[in-house]
DNA sequence: CCGTTCTCCAAAAACGTTTTTGAATGTGGC
DNA sequence: GCCACATTCAAAAACGTTTTTGGAGAACGG
């Protein structure tokens, strides 16, 4: 007993004023032709039966989802601390204030991002893209200006006449290197992040641009190419002393990797700071309490992800762009930057 | 000059094909009333036309989004630790093996966090909803109750007739009681996460049980309920030493209250684990790292996920239920659980 | 050889909106 | 008093699928 249940719609509402289904629609939607008086009503109505527009319907119809989609690559270490959330916080509040709704969605495997990238657009399920993790050659972006189709990433390209935010590793790199330097140090390795990641690049750049700015070469034994799973901040401090290569000083790509190496130097009995200095990368929450605290550079991901939303939005409402957005990195100084002490012969 | 561009539809496979649209429509779906050779002969023109329906128009008619929405409330602090992301992870396993994409959503403020589920409800953008956070009357579930709506909670309510997934927070909440109590202490204060979670309660619950269990009264100056934001572990380290409540061991609903209790006994010269035990709840990664080693318990968050994401699956697929799972927590020991030794006079 | 069942496919309806088109009414100028 | 124009709304088309309905032909039993 009891009627079916069926669907709440539009009809309904517009049965209830007296009105038209297509007057109901306009006045939902905040046309101007229509009387403040009749809008009033039904709106009043709407509210009344608890009607809301079919998210299906209303997006077959208009082609469009008001629906922004950020793609988050699982492995990706910034979504495992709190300040990737405040880039995600930062996207959602600035869309939202256009009207925009933020959808994440999660790729678990590098191989399924470009296919969930495809899936997304081709199907028609959101108005606009987001992502990070880009590549010096990225086929997700080809593929997208190809399309026409709007998207804002984290991180630049090779060819970077697209829309993109950015931190600027290539300064991080260049500061990090340099103050090591002034400190004394000349054989500085670098722990990298996994070098198919633009980011990457940019600051293995900065890192030997440092070097040479300051008559020092770049040796390549001291550059090692560093993994979450496969190859760690630890299995390289362990390469580098086991080598014989002698840094006195390390950078590392992130904080994950700094840890790790920390780790590693422990094991050795090096003491991280005074006997081999160390700057890490995104002041992870760990890296104030580890030890006697990781100097690190800091980013300000809340003001990244207010700029990425709002770039998106502009992007959504007819602004061509491209607009590129590159933010800086804040050095935060803590003990394990320390001056070159009972170095080794060099 | 060119097309305008039209978007890629059905009724180009059929044409390309010679067949009928609803025929490409059976093919692609997997009906059984079509040929073998047919659908080969569909699933090769869409592929090379790169063909797929659109989101809105096949949820519009099927009436199903073949998605399940996630909503995650901001400050949940366990967002913020990679073992949060363990538990999307083993979701979107679960979910996607069954053909359910899953959709991340989040509610920035407490007070959206019913709009939000009434908006995706009402425009019907999802099929299933997954959200934690319950409390132990919760005007959610009983919304989507009233409507039939598919969800599944992680954590339970008072009148827990719906599914949900659940960490036993009670036995952690006895565990961490009773092993202090072994080891020697009688004065032990309970900073809960915040009482308006379910979840907070249950520990509540084993922490006094454990001690009504020993012949031991619960005393209200030693429970402290602690915030993110507003009343810290620090802020009540410091109300029971100032005021003289004299604990001489601390169980704390979460590490990072625990931590910020740990600040704060160092501040007035207390060290943790010798001068005061302290046990912790969720392992965060820092928590391995800070001092001598935080003891706290370990939540197989990814095993719940899986749960999580297989329940929706059954339900969605006409399962009535109700189901229940109850999961365990796996107690680490480190530094911080002392035996009592120069306590006060007790 | 006829009637029945089965297999495969086509035509058309349906999903619930938004947008287009056009009509009715009122208003003002001459 | 008539025409032009603005305002406000209604009718109907359109969005791109899936589902329903039913029909043509093949297969099969008697």
Redesign the pocket.
Known sequence: MGEPA??????DVAEQT??????V??A??GYS???LE?RRKVEAVAEKLG?R??FA??S????QTNTVTFMVSKPWTKFVDPFFLSLLDGVELSLQAQGYALQIIMAREYETEFEIIRNSVERGRCDGLLFGRTRPEDERIEWLQERGFPFVTVGRTDKSDHDWVDVDHYKIGYQATERLIRLGHARIAHLTTPLRYAYSIHALRGYRDALDAHGIGHDPALEIECYLSRKTGADAVTELITRGVGPTAIFCGNDVIALSAMEAMRQFGIRPGPDMALIGCDDIPVAAHVGMGLTTFRQDLDALGMRLGRMMVAKLGGDAGPHQQLIDAELILRGTDLPLSGGRAE
Request: charged share 25%; proline share 0%.
């Open positions: 069926r669907r709440l719609g539009i009809r007296g009105l038209s289904v297509s007057t629609s306009r939902l939607n032709d229509v009387k009749t009607y527009a079919s319907a209303s077959l119809r208009s082609q």
